[in-house]
């Protein structure tokens, strides 16, 4: 197996590579290494041949929509269908947000570079301002019945 080849596999299970990296239990800059030359030995070619094998790409898509703040959100749905002996069907989804923007135009730009991409990753500006709403949230959060916390 080549470099080209694990990250053709990687891409194709919907992988990052640090989401491969901690499927077969090494680290990052190895799964990088490996896809730009590094040898790959044979028990990490047969990890990543039995892993393929198991998960399966149901939808990977990017999307833009307007915000309450009258700036626009790129985010990305990713489902993945994961063959399990224990079950009939197992599906693992996972949204997240990329990025907001207050240009609609500058929102579909980065969706078209995220479509392209190998890692997607949020804007840091983003990251932090989600996590002060959350923390703003929390009082709210702690006391509400639903949540299970008094």
Not at 1 to 14: I, Q, S, V
Not at 44 to 69: C, D, G, H, L, Y
Request: charged residues 30%; proline residues 3%; hydrophobic residues 40%.
């Amino acid at each position: 197996m080549t470099g080209e080849e694990l990250r053709a596999r990687r891409k194709g299970m919907g992988y990052t590579q640090q989401g491969l990296a901690n499927v077969l239990g090494v680290s990052r800059k190895t799964v990088n290494e490996m896809e730009n030359g590094a040898t790959i030995d044979t028990r990490t070619q047969m990890a990543v041949t039995a892993e393929a094998r198991r998960v399966k790409v149901i939808e990977n898509s990017f999307w833009v929509m307007p915000t309450v703040r009258d700036s626009y959100a790129v985010a990305q749905r990713l489902i993945r269908e994961i063959d399990r002996p224990n079950a009939m069907l197992h599906v693992h989804g996972q949204t997240m947000l990329f990025g907001e923007f207050k240009r609609r135009d500058h929102a579909y730009r980065w969706c078209a570079a995220l479509h392209r991409s190998d890692g997607a990753r949020g804007t840091r500006d983003l990251i932090r301002r989600r996590a002060a709403d959350i923390e703003a949230l929390r009082p709210a959060l702690d006391q509400h019945p639903a949540m299970g916390i008094k």
